[in-house]
């Protein structure tokens, strides 16, 4: 039997998590001296409120190999596919690695590096789940997705720079100018790092759709399994219009939405929204 695990970066909500019987190692989230474990004992809200009474981004951390390893049954003979957040973002790969070699289970353990994060890895673990249900080897899976890594579209727009600031990954007069002119960044993962591709302005229920519309092409050829909306706490309405522009679409067989966990939105901060899916 093929097993999925994935860090929790990974933003799948509790019912995929469920019912695709997908184990999640837990990243940590540090609040001054205190620890937790992203999606268990910390939610983002706590993270934000923590955030803005004491001006800091909170620090993350990769699972230890230890916790890696607790996963992973070294007298089965299942297989095992642990998926992660790119490994420029994070030490959770190379940890995973690590864990598998202590154990001595390389012949039956495949990391993969997403080269993504939240539901960009998601969508790489929908596929790997649904294979795993149709009996394919972890060999099959994991040949099938080195070939769709590559086509996986992840971004989002952010709402806000101060998370980015506090976090280091903007400068404090480009956060001043921004608030000021209500510029709100476009960031696209690819080759696994983040990348700023476009600053939109304006209210952000219109700067969401603009960036939806921005990529209709692409989503006019996308595969038509699943489309991910992924937001860290964004007002109904706005979440409510994009699902309304991408069932308009015609396209898509499941629209599926999610709320990042705290790891993801501790770096980028409340109203931050993505639309993640996969090109043909």
Known sequence: MVKIISDSTCDLSPELIEKYNIRIIPLYVRLGDDEYKDGVDITPDDLYKWSDEHGETPKTAA??????????????????????????MSACFNNCRLATEDLEMEDRVFVID????STGIGLQIMVAAQ???????????????????????????????????????????????????????????????????????GKMQKVVMDYVKDME??????????????HSGCDRATVNSVREYLENLGIFKEI???????VISSHCGPGTLGVLFILK
């Open 131 to 201: 294979m795993a249900e149709e009996g394919k080897t972890g060999a099959e899976i994991v040949d099938e997705i080195e070939k769709i890594s590559g086509q996986v579209r992840a971004s989002f727009v952010v709402d806000t720079l101060t998370y980015l600031y506090r976090g280091g990954r903007c400068s404090g007069l480009a956060a001043i100018f921004g608030s000021a002119l209500k510029l709100h960044p476009r960031i696209a993962v690819a080759d696994g790092a983040m990348h700023p591709e476009k600053k939109y302005r």
């Open 256 to 262: 599926t939405e999610t709320r990042a966990g705290a």
């Open 217 to 230: 092409e692409d989503l006019k050829n996308a595969v038509s399994d699943r489309v991910f909306i992924t």
């Open 114 to 117: 997403s080269k993504s994060l």
């Open 63 to 88: 699972p230890s190999v230890e916790d890696v390893e607790k996963l992973l049954d070294r007298d089965s003979n299942d297989e095992y596919i642990i998926f992660t957040i790119s490994q420029s």
